[in-house]
């Protein structure tokens, strides 16, 4: 910028970090959690509570995407898988998620 010419905050480019610990909460982040989904069962899922359900099940959304289909969610879609993998996890609950994710929506 030139001297003397003069600032406009509202012109500048700002970087906001946008995971504050409020924002965090509202999308449902469960924090300071690891969770080893190649050893969870459908028993640990179904019972995991909300915050792990979801997390369980965007992960396998996107994981069963793979790298070559577009970034879309499709939530008719999405409902329907959530609600055939809850439906096999409850039948099934000492299998492992990744195995039930395979059977429900194995390609």
């Known amino acids: 910028m030139a001297a003397g010419t003069p600032r406009h905050p509202e012109s500048e ?9 409020t924002t965090c909460r509202s999308i449902g982040a469960v924090p ?3 969770l080893d989904l190649s050893t969870m069962t ?5 019972e995991g ?8 099940l965007i992960w396998m ?5 793979g790298d070559s289909d577009e970034a879309i969610i499709d939530t008719d879609v999405f409902v329907e898988n959530a609600k055939k993998f809850g439906t ?7 299998i492992s998620i990744v195995n039930a994710a395979e059977v429900v929506l194995g390609k």
């Open 13 to 21: 480019t700002r970087i906001l970090n946008p995971c504050t610990e």
């Open 32 to 34: 300071c959690t690891v």
């Open 42 to 46: 459908c028993k640990q899922f179904v």
């Open 49 to 56: 509570g909300d915050d792990t359900i979801k997390m369980v």
């Open 61 to 65: 959304d996107g994981w069963y995407k």
């Open 88 to 94: 096999y996890c409850g039948k099934n609950p000492t």
